[in-house]
């Protein structure tokens, strides 16, 4: 299977979507997200991607957003803090409705687990990218 760049999934999703991708800055409806664990002097994340994942949610499915970046199964967790980054913990939410979303790929968001365009930023857009196989 042929991997696709970011840049051509988000083609790809608009297209499915008609067009229409939304960008999410506020979760959809249901309950508080809480915020990002980060204990002081906790390891901080890692850019794992200069872009956002555009990401199908179902209703009523717990998911858990990686907040550190090493996961290799991004934008979601795969118990890769637990080496590491041990300060960092993935950020678990439920939405109440179906909803295409933008996923935070820089780990840099203020309104996580969401996009909220900081990857646009220098820091994030000069940042080393970690490897991938
Ligand atoms: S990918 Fe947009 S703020 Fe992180």
Redesign the pocket.
Known sequence: MRMLSPAALVTLVRAAAGGGVRRCRAPPAGPRIPAVRRSSGAPQPVVA????FPVELKAGKTYAWCSCGHSKRQPFCDGAHKKAAPGLSPLRFTPAEDALV?L??????RTPPY??????EEA?QGAPLPPRP
């Open positions: 991607a200069k872009e956002p933008w935070c790929g820089c780990k840099r968001t996009c909220d365009g900081t990857h646009k994030v």
